[in-house]
């Protein structure tokens, strides 16, 4: 494959990612109705993991150092992102929080410029950056009458922005290491799944809680707790669309989708990659109109053509 398909093989995965994680709060939501935080994260990603032994059943050997890099890959982009992100929508609106996260490709080319000595920061990506966050807001606004502030929601989705900047800069160090990227992927939820065991075995439950309640209850731990009890925990997995949801989370938001996020950042470069995610909002506005039947309006559509100019601006050079 010459560097031209290389290129356009290496977006297309890209964009595959972004599809798939801008549909991922849809089925987020719905599932806090009948999980916590943790538990939609625990098993998702748990499912990820068995599913990724399915994609590529062998294992591959490695210096035992790099797996400190694995392991600071799943703390930082799975179980503080993920759970930051998720927990923040407990305290403050989801357009804040999309906001918010989608400053994530500037926390990744500020963590590579410190710590990879890689020079991402031209005036043109801040100037991008910039008129892509507008568009995003605009996007997330989308005709709503007030955007209302949460400091204690809107602190945690900053949080998860500054975690994936990290996890972008581990990604780069392991890609340089040309591990295969399915393998990768699954030693990191492995790693992410063994931090999360000591959270869900603190936060056992044997009395099941509404979920309604318990999602929108102003209280921080109500995102960490884990049903045991039998009977409210068969309840929950009897219902197909709870086992859909979970599938879809644990396979293809995570096993398929951070494979194919680590060969694109591979392929085009993590900094250059990252400013993508300025499109996931806007994935998740155009899928809620046509799946829910949300209102598109046309503040949300200038949103979206502005953050495409934007994504361009960033990619500008000289």
């Known amino acids: 494959m010459n560097e031209q398909n290389q290129k356009v093989w290496g977006l297309f995965l890209a964009a595959l990612s972004i599809f798939i994680w801008g549909i991922t709060f849809v ?54 992102y993920q759970l930051s992100e998720n927990i923040a929508i407990h305290f403050t609106n989801a357009s804040n929080v999309s906001v918010i996260v989608s400053i994530c490709p500037l926390f990744t080319a500020i963590v590579s ?48 922005g500054v975690c994936w900047g990290f996890y972008s800069m581990f990604i780069s160090i392991l890609n340089k290491k040309k591990y295969d990227k399915v393998c990768s992927t699954r030693r990191i939820f492995f790693f992410a799944v063994l931090f999360m065991l000591p959270l869900a075995f603190f936060g056992w439950r044997l009395v099941p809680q509404d979920g309604a309640a318990a999602a929108s209850a102003n209280d ?51 900094v250059k990659v990252s400013c993508g995610l300025y499109l996931i909002p806007i994935v998740t506005v155009i899928f809620a109109f046509f799946a829910l039947g949300e209102q598109l309006t046309l503040l949300g559509a200038a949103g979206t053509a502005i953050t495409i100019v934007g994504l361009f601006l960033s990619e500008k050079r000289g």
């Open 220 to 270: 921080f731990v109500q995102s960490f707790y884990f049903f045991v009890e039998p009977s409210a925990t068969a309840a929950r997995f009897s219902k197909i669309l709870n086992w859909a949801n979970i599938i879809f989370l644990g396979v293809f938001a995570s096993g398929i989708c951070f494979t194919t996020w680590s060969k694109a950042c591979d392929i085009i470069g993590t």
């Open 27 to 80: 089925s987020t939501k719905y599932l806090l109705n009948d999980f916590s935080s943790l538990e939609i994260l625990f098993y998702r990603f748990l499912v990820a993991y068995i599913g990724l032994w399915f994609m590529r059943p062998k294992v591959e050997k490695i210096a035992w150092r790099d797996n400190i890099y694995f392991a600071l890959a799943g703390l930082s982009g799975v179980v503080l």
């Open 113 to 160: 410029q410190i710590f990879l000595k890689e020079r991402h920061l031209s005036v043109w990506f801040v100037v991008g950056f910039f008129v892509a966050i507008f568009g995003v807001a605009l996007v997330c606004f989308n005709g709503k009458a007030a955007l209302e502030l949460n400091p204690k929601g809107d602190l945690l989705a900053l949080f998860a």
